[in-house]
């Protein structure tokens, strides 16, 4: 096992910090038990070692390895599906309601490996279903991780892994390859368009979004970090536009221009 010095630790935890907003601060265990083999397979026998091969490397490529190894990609479809209920319940019917051009335009920031735009795609065809052909509908997703990036636009998942979807979504969404995995059909796969985003930089796109999802990835940040990421989701969410995040992370009511509408769940209102 390859061990970090206290220097090391620092320098590492506040590079990944300063870069990526991420806070290892208290994961020095963590760190040294998931990069130690990749440290010795590449012949490095200290962490100094490896940091300047790190910050040599100017393809980036190093940096994503790294991320690839420390961030936690733990997701699923139907997580916290009271969002999904909303969604359809809802932020659908409003804005069918209220967006007389029939576009959408949604964003799944840190995606991971794909099953919550999925779940969203699948729920907003469940919800228009012929009308659909009317709506042009638009999921960006995006995640830091290429690893992750990379089985997401496969979109194959195994039986175990798409066991929380209603039986019906299942048989109409999820094609089944007959080795024991399954791929999302095509119809709901067109729906997303997958980008490597690093929610720490500043952030372009051609339009504002109706729906940005951030779920389970700011209870990494800090609270600096987090308050400037809702600063940047405000100034890009079109107006009556909603954010949704994690059930266990929470914005600063106070700070926020955002409207409480009920847990994580939040609405661009104006005004405030
Ligand atoms: C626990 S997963 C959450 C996935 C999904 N949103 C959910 O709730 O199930 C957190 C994701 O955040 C991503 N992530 C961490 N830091 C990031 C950053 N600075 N920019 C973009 N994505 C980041 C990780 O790669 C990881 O895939």
Request: with cysteine; net charge positive; glycine share 4%.
């Amino acid at each position: 096992m390859v061990k970090l010095t206290d220097q090391e630790f620092l320098e590492l935890t506040g590079f990944v910090h300063k870069n990526y907003g991420i806070d290892l601060s208290k994961k020095r265990i963590l760190i040294e038990g998931r990069m130690s083999n990749m440290l010795m397979a590449n012949g490095f026998s200290s962490f100094r070692q490896y940091l300047d091969f790190l910050y040599a490397d100017k393809t980036g490529n190093e940096i994503t390895l790294m991320l690839n190894k420390l961030t936690t990609n733990y997701t699923y479809f139907m997580r916290e599906n009271e969002h999904f209920d909303f969604l359809i319940e809802r932020v659908l019917p409003f804005f069918e309601r209220t967006r007389t051009n029939h576009t959408l335009y949604i964003w799944s920031a840190a995606c991971s490996s794909g099953q919550e735009p999925y779940t969203m795609a699948m729920a907003i065809d469940s919800y228009f279903g012929a009308k659909k052909k009317s709506w042009n509908t638009v999921i960006l997703a995006s995640d830091i991780s290429m690893n992750v990036l990379e089985k997401a636009h496969k979109a194959v998942y195994t039986a175990e892994e798409i066991k929380d979807l209603p039986p019906q979504w299942k048989s109409k969404y999820m094609v089944d390859l007959k080795d024991g995995t399954f791929r999302v059909c095509d119809t709901i796969r067109k729906e997303v368009v997958f980008r490597r985003i690093n929610l720490m930089d500043s952030f372009k796109f051609k339009n504002k979004f109706d729906l940005i999802f951030c779920r389970n990835v700011m209870i990494y940040f800090d609270a600096p970090t987090k308050e400037t990421l809702i600063n940047k989701f405000y100034d890009w969410t079109a107006d009556s536009g909603f954010l949704f995040i994690g059930h266990s992370e929470s914005l600063n009511k106070e700070a926020t221009r955002f409207s409480y509408l009920q847990p994580a769940i939040y609405q661009k209102r104006g005004g405030k």
